[in-house]
């Protein structure tokens, strides 16, 4: 049996080996005894300090740390630590004391000059800042952080090529930097690029390329300045709108175009959010399909790639284009073609993919499951439509129900998101693992939560998960435990299916409706609820419920459509109830045909959302059976009846937007401002509401 250290210097030594083991409890307690031992031991003050500031208790780290510092006045790293303590607890001049003081002691030490830039980000003075990260550049020309801090403080002062340069440079030196990789696809959501020079051209294209054949990136975020590459490239906005008159495949620049690489990926990873390219990929299709029956094999052989990439984007947008009486008549004949071919008909499966799900034909899934293909392209089809999709059917038997589905209203959504399981999507932003409290006053920024209970391991509830794209955004929780809801099995397979993807293992799915939640008779530290509230009969019941569910100082995201920034959608949605058409997907492709046809104004501002791109998501923006709106007034009413705390928007841009007009510390909570906020910029909340806000 050891005997117990008995001199500081052995405690010190045991105290250090289990904090670098994570056995906090144990070093914890080595460190008091040391402290005991000896007070003044500055080693001693300075680990347990550091101890604490990874447990987040701060003011015991901040006199710990204090301390170590007055026994030893250069103790360069207990000064870096405080200052980051003293950024925690909001105190952020007297943070950058700390990192000042460093410097002092040592005038090449870079951290101290990246912290100081990161201080002065938070407090808004952008230029003193990006001169901070600069100098820690100019000292180490490697050093990844500061080119990304910097990144970000580019980007808020609006200089977004250089912005772009500097998150560039962090993935020449490391490819695989998830921050700068994030930070640089969100920043193409902000942004269009302009005057493409050849050089910019060059540039952008290796690095689209380089985004695009990521599996951990959300491609939607690039996809617009992609497009607006390849169109520029290709020279599409000079081919005659009236594609009718044209046969595509003859023009040398659309040759290029369904042969090049990044094209490719974006039809394999992308929704084709435009309304041109969209004409363009039908007349193409439709020559394909006419040209295998024209025997023109070759020319098809050798736009394979390209053939079987339209095949994968046709059924993610659910076959949303029109097809022609002409393609029809056409289609028999391919269907009948692969049944009786005793061969595997690779190049014809896939054209008829892009029409219909080739797990539609008959006996091609028995046929499929004998055959190997040497096609990657092939292989990667044939996963997408039929692997996955068997895969979803096997996980929704599995799935279980709190309780029977009995409300009319529930009744009637659940309906829908059976057939259109919604969003439709491939991939999202890798994240790091981070605290709760600081996911979240990241979100809410320049807001800021004070949050009592440590929030270790907390209990989590998604209510509405959907397919799961909210999950994964909610998943960089560290160790949570998240229980996800959804009133539909067909999108809860989805979801459970990529949350196997990606080997998330702190999820688990159960099929509720929210009115049932009592039923669970569980409380949960943080509830997330995004665009799930205003489908219901009575949205304000729904939210007393999760209410019910939140513990005391709890945590709560809720996301509700706008009334304001919906009045186009209002208009076109009562038209689409006047006409009483029957909802299903061949009404929805002809009433979408009609939209874009059309000029009128309401029109053209849906044709400019994502949503219009797939089946499932325009049958959720413009043909659901439930939709309520709100004003901020309202929710104001809702969050004080509730005895809840507003807490932030989760938009920075927008919050940034509105703190230059409303300047007081306390005005960004003033509901009543956003209101008049919004009245005079009626598209700001063109998604949604998304807010935080606190049990009192």
Not at 228 to 245: A, G, M, R, S, V
Not at 289 to 307: A, C, D, G, T
Not at 508 to 522: A, E, P, Y
């Amino acid at each position: 049996m050891n005997k117990s250290p008995k001199s500081a210097n052995e405690i010190l030594v045991l105290a250090k080996e289990n904090h670098q083991k994570n056995n906090f409890k144990l070093a914890k307690s080595l460190y008091e005894e040391l402290l005991r031992k000896d007070h003044k031991n500055s080693e001693g003050l300075f680990y347990f300090g550091t101890l604490c500031l990874q447990l987040r208790e701060y003011e015991k780290s901040k006199e710990l740390l204090n301390k170590a510092i007055k026994v030893n006045p250069n103790y360069v790293e207990a000064y870096n630590n405080l200052g980051n303590v003293l950024n925690q607890l909001g105190e952020l001049e007297n943070s950058k004391e700390c990192f000042k003081k460093i410097i002092e002691i040592d005038p090449n030490n870079t951290h101290a000059y990246n912290n100081l830039g990161i201080l002065h980000h938070k407090l808004k003075e952008l230029e003193q800042a990006a001169k901070f990260c600069k100098k820690a550049i100019d000292i180490d020309s490697k050093f990844l952080e500061a080119y990304n801090n910097l990144g970000n403080i580019l980007n808020e002062l609006g200089d977004f090529q250089n912005s772009i340069k500097s998150y560039t440079k962090v993935i020449e030196i490391n490819p695989n930097h998830i921050n700068a990789i994030n930070n640089l696809s969100i920043l193409f959501t902000r942004i269009q690029i302009k005057d493409l020079t050849k050089t910019n051209i060059i540039f952008f294209r290796k690095l689209f390329l380089f985004l695009y054949k990521r599996n951990d990136i959300d491609h939607s975020y690039i996809f617009s300045n992609a497009k607006l590459l390849i169109f520029t490239i290709y020279d599409l906005k000079k081919i005659d709108p009236d594609l009718k008159k044209i046969d595509l495949l003859k023009l040398q620049s659309i040759k290029d175009l369904i042969k090049d690489e990044l094209f490719i990926l974006m039809l394999k990873k992308s929704l084709m959010k435009d309304v041109f390219l969209e004409k363009i990929l039908t007349k193409i299709r439709y020559e394909i399909l006419v040209n295998l029956f024209k025997k023109k094999r070759e020319f098809l052989n050798k736009n394979s790639k390209f053939i079987f990439a339209l095949s994968e984007n046709c059924f993610f947008n659910e076959y949303i284009f029109i097809t022609t009486s002409k393609e029809k008549n056409f289609l028999i004949r391919l269907k009948d073609l692969i049944k009786k071919s005793k061969e595997i008909l690779e190049l014809e499966i896939g054209i008829l993919g892009s029409y219909i799900p080739i797990g539609s034909i008959e006996n091609i899934k028995k046929k499929l499951e004998r055959f190997e293909s040497k096609n990657s392209e092939f292989n990667s089809l044939y996963k997408v439509q039929i692997i996955e999709v068997e895969e979803e059917k096997k996980i929704s038997y599995s799935i279980k129900s709190l309780a029977r589905i009995s409300n009319d209203i529930s009744d009637r959504v659940q309906k829908q998101y059976e057939e259109n399981p919604y969003p439709r999507w491939r991939y999202i932003n890798k994240r790091n693992f981070m605290h709760s409290v600081d996911v979240i006053n990241n979100q809410i920024r320049p807001n800021r939560i004070k949050f009592d209970d440590k929030l270790n391991r907390p209990n989590i509830l998604i209510a509405g998960c959907g397919t799961g794209k909210h999950i994964f955004l909610s998943a960089n929780y560290a160790d949570s435990n998240i229980l996800a809801i959804d009133i539909s099995k067909s999108s809860i397979a989805y979801a459970k299916r990529k949350a196997n993807e990606l080997g998330a293992s702190n999820l688990k799915f159960l099929h509720s409706d929210i009115l049932d939640l009592k039923k669970l008779n569980k409380k949960f530290n943080i509830i997330e609820s995004v665009g799930v509230l205003h489908h219901m009969e009575e949205p304000l019941l729904g939210w007393k419920i999760l209410n019910g569910c939140l513990k005391e100082n709890g945590l709560m995201m809720i996301g509700l459509y706008s009334d304001i920034a919906r009045q186009h959608i209002k208009i076109i949605r009562s038209e689409i109830q006047k006409s009483k058409i029957k909802i299903d997907n061949k009404t929805i492709k002809k009433f979408r045909d009609k939209i874009i046809k059309s000029n009128i104004n309401e029109y053209k501002i849906i044709k400019e959302s994502t949503d219009f791109y797939s089946l499932s998501n325009l049958r959720d923006l413009l043909f659901h059976s439930k939709e309520h709106r709100f004003t901020l007034s309202e929710i104001k009413n809702f969050i004080k009846n509730l005895y809840l705390k507003f807490c932030g928007f989760e938009n920075f841009d927008l919050t940034n937007r509105f703190t230059k007009k409303y300047k007081l510390e306390n005005d960004i909570y003033n509901l009543d401002l956003w209101n008049k906020f919004e009245i005079e910029n009626p598209r700001a909340f063109a998604g949604m509401y998304q807010f935080w806000c606190q049990k009192n």
